[in-house]
Every structure is written in structure tokens, then in C-alpha cells.
């Protein structure tokens, strides 16, 4: 009975906490249409790969992972579109229960299984992540079922489990094969992570089995996908190549830090803008988003000065908890190695293990009382602050809502979809997506598929005057948040003309152009 009602307990708390972010808003997100409109696509044309014409800075066909919106694509439609925002909510909830359940298997104690499902209810970065629909919670649950799988090939069991495939580790092998196929046809810095855990534990365990099959992994995935893998492989190598020379503008405004809109005599500054400020305030900045993701980190700290335990599950989650943290680290402070993505990304990859780790020893081995114990009481707090500064910035953000949908965005693409036209312009651009799905239109937007040289004209910053976008893309409307940019922010006049506004969402009508010999934009008919 003790152990039912803290599982329920862990649930509703784990739920609340996922979905408080939607209280009194019409749920949205950035991601979240992309993987809609693929959904709808697969469904449509039934294979591989999907056309999304609605993208105009994509390459015609799409090489992005195909696991998730495959997934999507199996649920009925109209639920999905209903109830989009449950989703990942829901399955980071099943991963919680997932280790509730692994850790009362493993440790018989109740309090234990509860602690671990507890920091993996509070952990701020799990919380922020499911605000919108996107592969990554799907992914961590695919990573955790592959590590589990190719554990359990390792560590003799003596459970359930035995009983249906015996004392031979052949099930278990093509079990975890098919999983880790899966996942790297699902998310990309989720199959980094797992790499970096399983070359790590072969080192630890002197076994080659871990690394072994997460190699022969690559061969299944290109398998089971019909050869559909090797496109986003060279998806990867493109994403590699655009943030290679452009990952000192992670996260920069488009607009007030592209050279185009530099005042006359300001010299560019590429060290001050973005999340990578070459600064002992940008530094301090970057390791505390990183703590403030999983401030369970914290705990594991005294940990690293005698990492032995007294069983092999606990031993070897240590090290596949430690290693991705460690990853996380030195792609945010190691610049070479930013290519690969923000560090705080890869932070929730580890919370599985964290979690049972910390679990079983201030519950089994160590108890409350220690150094782990009090810097867990602590990391706690820490957690709910972070969480309590998340959804305060969520609710006061005045543009780029990354939780939401703003009112007068859904009445701006209401209207837009009734308006003669096919191509808009949207600033700031991760309210793109949304037009795209809701009202019909094409956008000047893309970055998910292939060859990302005419998405580089267009981000991280604008490389391109708007005029040189609205004649290249033949664009109908330009829709702009006024608490983004404005027309006068962005050099515009004559270019285009007022149509209505809804809020502080406007929306413009282009006056097309031609570029004469002189190099100068000059008007022409006006649509």
C-alpha cells in the first residue's frame, strides 16, 4: 500500500509540476509544429522522407530524425491536435515511473524508490523541457530502456525477467539493438550522450560489450529506417558545419546583433552577445544555468572521491551518470566542443541514473546524515528555486514565448489564413513555426534539413536586408511581435504597408521589389 500511494504521490506532483506552465494560457511551444505538421505529413504521403514545402529555406525533402514524428503519427490525429501538450509531460512522467520502479526492484526499500522518483519529479530541467512537444523526453526514455537493457546483459538477474528469457543474454542483446536503433533515428544529442556513457562504462568495466553494440547500433538504425539514417547523418554533419562558424551567436538577437543594423561607427561585438559571453560575468552566467538545470549535481560531488559501491547497478549508474555531467561541462566551456550543442541540453540524460544513485546512498549505504544527505537537502532547495524563477520568467516574458501561445499571435494567423497570399515573413522567427501550421502559409524559415546556406542569411542574425528575403522568397506578408523589433528597427518605410495589428502582433502587407543595376532596392507594383 506504501508503495501505490508515494508512486501516486510522485505522479500528481511530477504532473503538476510539468503542466503548472499551461495554467490560464492556450499551451504552444517552438518545436511543437514542426513535429505536428510531420506527423500530419507522414500520414499523408506514408514514407520516408517527408516533403514540408511550407519551409522555404529547406532543402525539398527532409532529413531530420524520423522517430518521433513517426511515433506521433500513430496517435489519432485529432487527439494529438487537441492534446499536444500532454504529451511530453506524459512521458516523462512514465520515465519517472519507470525509475521508481527499477529502484524499489533493485533496493527493496520504498523510501529509496520514493526518493529517486522525487528528485526526478523536481528536477528543473525535465520541468522546462516538457513545456513543449519535441523529442527529447521520447529520446531519454529510449536512452534509459537501451542503458538498462545492455546493464541487465552484464549484471546477472535473478527476476521476472529471467523467467521469460532464461540465463542467455542473446534476447537481451537484440532488445537493446533495437532500442539503441531506435533512439539514434530519434534525437541527436541524446545519442551523443549515450555514446559518451557507453565508452565510458567499457573503460570502467574493461568490457566491450557497451561500446561494442552502441557501434553496431549505426548499422541497425540504417537498417530499420530503409536507409532513411545516412540522410541524417549528413543532417548531423550539415547542423555541425552551420554552428561551427556560427556558434559565437547562440542564442544572439537576429536583429540588434546583426551587422546590418550596427549604428554608424559601432564596431560588432560578437564576444558580448549570445549565451557564450567571452566574460567573467558571461562564465559565472553559463555555470549557473548549468547547476540551475540540475541541481542535483551538486550531491554527487563527494561522491567522486571514493566512487565505489557496494553492487554493480549502483557502480556502474555512477559512471554513466558522471560521464554525461562531465560532457555537459566541457561542451559549455570548451568552445571547440559547442558545436554539439548547449551543455545544459545533455544535463537531463543523466537524471536517471543521478537519481537512483543518490537514492540508494543516503537511503542504503550512507544514510541522511552525510556529506551527501545535506547536499541533497540543499540541492533540493536550490531546485525549487530555479523552478520557482523559471515560472516566473514564463509569466512575465513579453515576446518569444516558449511555453505558449500568445492570443493576439493565434488571431494574427486566424486572419492570416483567410488573406490571399502563400509566403510570410515572421519576426521574431520561433513564432514561424506556428504561423506555418495554423494559418497555411509558407515561411521564411527552415534550419531542421540539410544544406543550411540560405537558412545562414537568414540565422542567427539577419546576414540579408529584409527586401533581398521579401524578392527572394516572393513574400506576401511580413508579421512582426512590435515587442520584438519594429519596422523602424529594421530600416523599413515604403517597403511594406500597414494592414492590422492584433495586439502587439502587426501585420504587413510587402510592396514587392526589384534590385536595380545600381545595387539599391527600388519599388515596384505594390500587391
Known sequence: MAFMLFGLALVLLALYLRLRVFFGTQPGGVDTWYYLASAEALRKQKRLPIHLPQYLLHEPTESYPAGFPIFLSLLPPDWLRRYFWLLSPLIDTLHLLLLYLISYRLTDSVLAAFTAGFIYAVTPQLISETRNLNGRAFASLLQTLAMLALLRIVIP???PTRAVTGVSSLAWIVVALL??????????????????????????????????????????????SGGYYLRVIRNHWCAARFWYRNVRLTRAHQIKDSPLFREPGQEPAPSSVGLYRRSGRGWLGLAIRLLGENPFVLPMLPLLATPIFPNLWATYMYWWAVSIVAWAILTTFVPPLRIFGPGFHYMKASVFPTAYVLAVTVNVYEGAVSSVGLLLAIAVIVSFAALAYFYRVMAVRQTEHTSQTPPDLAAAAQYLRAAPGDRVLVLPNMYADYVAYTAGKAVVWGGHSGDLTRFEEFFPVLRQPLPYFFETYAVDYLVIDHAYTTPAQLKLSDEIQSMTSFGQIGIYAVVQRTKATSGRWQPAVAT
Not at 192 to 215: E, K, M, Q
Open 157 to 159: 538477474g535473478h527476476g
Open 179 to 224: 532500442l539503441i536503433a531506435l533512439l539514434y533515428n530519434t534525437h541527436t544529442s541524446t545519442t551523443i550522450a549515450f555514446v559518451i556513457s557507453t565508452a565510458t562504462l567499457t573503460v570502467v568495466s574493461r568490457s566491450p560489450l557497451f561500446l561494442g553494440l552502441a557501434l553496431l547500433g549505426l548499422p541497425v538504425a540504417i537498417l530499420i
